[in-house]
C-alpha cells in the first residue's frame, strides 16, 4: 500500500480482556515503530523493530504489553489482561533506515483503544 | 531531567498572517529535530527535519530554525490559510533518562486555527 495501514481503527473490549492491534508498514522500510498517545499528549515511544528483531522495548509499559514482527514486515502488539489506563490511541509508524533521528517516520493513523 | 516544551495554549492567527509556533527543550543536545503535523483522528505527518549544524530549512511556505545556543526550534507557517489549522508536534532524537537508549521524543503539541 501507499501508507502504514493500522487494523481495527477503533476497538472496544472490557477490562481483563485481550486485544490485539495490527500494523502493516510501508513495504521495504526496515524499521517499524509503535507508540501510545494520550488525548492532549504527543505520542510516546513503546517499542522499535529492525526488521523481524525487536531491539528496544523500552517504552511498553507492563509486561502485559507484547510486540512482535515475525517475518519483518506486518507488526502486531498485543495488550493481555487490559486495565482502562490502557485507553489510548496506539500508533504505528514506518521509516526507511534505522532508528536515528534523520529518519523522518511515517505514521498510521492508529488504532483508538477504549476499555470498559 | 529532559523535557521538551511546546506552548500548550492555542494559537489563533488570521489568514494571510505567519504563524510561529516554539519548541523549547532543556538538558538534552539534539543531532536533529522534526516537526509533524496532526489532524484530528489521523496520525501525524512528517513536514521537516534539520540538522545540529543547520540554523534555518524552508520547505515552500513553512520554515523551521534551529538555536542550539537557546535550545530551540521555531516553525514558521506563512501565508498561512484555514487548511494549515492543526496541531503541529515537534520531535528529538533523545537519550531516554530510564534506560539511555535513544527515541523519537515528542512534544504534547501546539493547535494552530487559522481564522478566514
Known amino acids: 500500500g501507499a501508507g502504514v495501514s493500522q487494523s481495527p481503527r477503533y476497538k472496544v473490549a472490557k477490562r481483563g480482556q485481550d486485544v490485539a492491534l495490527r500494523c502493516d508498514p510501508i513495504?521495504?522500510?526496515?524499521?517499524l515503530f509503535w507508540y501510545q498517545q494520550a488525548l492532549g499528549q504527543g505520542p510516546e515511544f513503546l517499542t522499535y523493530?529492525?526488521?523481524?528483531?525487536?531491539?528496544?522495548k523500552s517504552g511498553l509499559p507492563s509486561d502485559r504489553f507484547f510486540a512482535e514482527r515475525p517475518e519483518g514486515s506486518v507488526s502486531t502488539l498485543k495488550i493481555q489482561r487490559t486495565q482502562q489506563e490502557d485507553s489510548a490511541v496506539y500508533l504505528c509508524?514506518?521509516?526507511?533506515?534505522?532508528?536515528?533521528?534523520?529518519?523522518?517516520?511515517?505514521f498510521g493513523d492508529g488504532t483508538r483503544l477504549s476499555i470498559l | 531531567s529532559q523535557k521538551i516544551e511546546q506552548n500548550s495554549e492555542a494559537l489563533n492567527i488570521q489568514e494571510g498572517k505567519t504563524a510561529t509556533l516554539t519548541c523549547n527543550y532543556t538538558?538534552?543536545?539534539?543531532?536533529?529535530l522534526q516537526w509533524y503535523r496532526q489532524d484530528p483522528g489521523r496520525g501525524p505527518v512528517f513536514l521537516l527535519l534539520?540538522?545540529?549544524?543547520?540554523k534555518e530549512k524552508r520547505k515552500e511556505r513553512l520554515k523551521v530554525t534551529f538555536d542550539t545556543t537557546l535550545k530551540q526550534s521555531l516553525f514558521h507557517i506563512t501565508a498561512s490559510q484555514p487548511a494549515d489549522s492543526a496541531t503541529y508536534l515537534c520531535?528529538?532524537?533523545?537519550?531516554?533518562?530510564?534506560?539511555?537508549?535513544?527515541?523519537?521524543?515528542f512534544g504534547s503539541g501546539t493547535r494552530l486555527q487559522v481564522q478566514p
Open positions: 509508524a514506518s521509516s526507511l533506515g534505522g532508528r536515528e533521528g534523520n529518519q523522518p517516520q511515517h
Open positions: 513495504s521495504g522500510h526496515v524499521s
Open positions: 523493530f529492525q526488521n523481524e528483531a525487536q531491539l528496544d
Open positions: 538538558n538534552y543536545s539534539p543531532a536533529y
Open positions: 534539520i540538522r545540529e549544524n543547520e
Open positions: 520531535a528529538l532524537d533523545m537519550k531516554r533518562a530510564d534506560t539511555g537508549r535513544r527515541a523519537l521524543t
